[in-house]
């Protein structure tokens, strides 16, 4: 089992609706959480972390369920220039220096 | 404002030859990362300085080098280029253990023949 998975996608969806994916990760003793975002053919960009008590910042919001070892991405209102490829990221056990990065799921939004 | 600077952005190079790749930051942050992504993978961790003068292995060190030649300074060395490390390469940085996230460089894609 890869230590952190997310559905490839690409998911198709239409401008203005919403879209939520998730990400499991496979070490129940992560402390770390992340979504980064990253355009085609750029560099990864950190768009939010996932606090426990789960946080919002404009249209995402982020939430973590420790008991079944998932982390979420809720992406209200979508825009055509939300189109990227969004990175989960969860830390390793005994290093913050070491994240665990899952391939990342596409998501397109159309007009 | 220019964050993390790599250079090159792209390089091909022969199998067996080497080459370094650079990096530098001027958000003066203590550590700093090397990494590759190859398709339907995520990122994954070469080598890491934790701060100025120190280096340690990530998941994938085989085939490379690195050196923290100051504290704005990592750079990667490929010394015997083989195929399988046709990737593009990403440098980053972060205030201590990247608790508020990582800054990227643009990435150097290499292609190894």
């Known amino acids: 089992r890869k230590e952190v998975e997310q559905d490839p996608g690409p998911f198709n969806v239409p401008e203005g609706a919403t879209v939520a994916f998730n990400c499991t990760y496979s070490?129940?003793?992560?402390?770390?959480f992340f979504w980064y975002r990253q355009d085609c053919r750029k560099e990864p960009k950190l768009l939010m972390s996932v606090y426990s008590s789960g946080n919002e910042d404009g249209r995402f919001t982020a939430q973590l369920n420790r008991a079944s070892q998932y982390i979420s991405l809720l992406i209200r209102d979508s825009k055509l220039s939300d189109s990227a490829t969004y990175l989960c990221?969860?830390?390793?056990?005994?290093?913050?220096?070491?994240?665990?990065w899952g391939a990342g799921t596409k998501l397109i939004i159309k007009p | 404002n220019a964050g993390v600077t790599q250079t090159p952005k792209f390089q091909v190079l022969k199998t067996g030859q080497s080459m370094t790749l650079q990096c530098a930051q001027d958000?003066?942050?203590?550590?700093m990362y090397w990494y590759r992504q190859d398709p339907g993978m995520g990122l994954r961790l070469i080598y890491y300085s934790a701060s100025e003068g120190t280096t340690d292995k990530g998941e994938v060190p085989n085939g490379y080098n690195v050196s923290r030649l100051n504290k704005r300074e990592f750079s990667l060395r490929l010394e015997s280029a083989a195929p399988s490390q046709t990737s593009v390469y990403f440098c980053?940085?972060?205030?201590?253990?990247?608790?508020?996230?990582?800054?990227f460089g643009s990435g150097t894609r290499l292609t190894v023949v």
């Open positions: 070490n129940s003793a992560s402390q770390s």
């Open positions: 980053a940085s972060s205030v201590g253990q990247g608790r508020y996230g990582y800054t």
């Open positions: 958000m003066n942050h203590n550590s």
């Open positions: 990221v969860v830390n390793m056990l005994d290093s913050n220096y070491q994240l665990i």
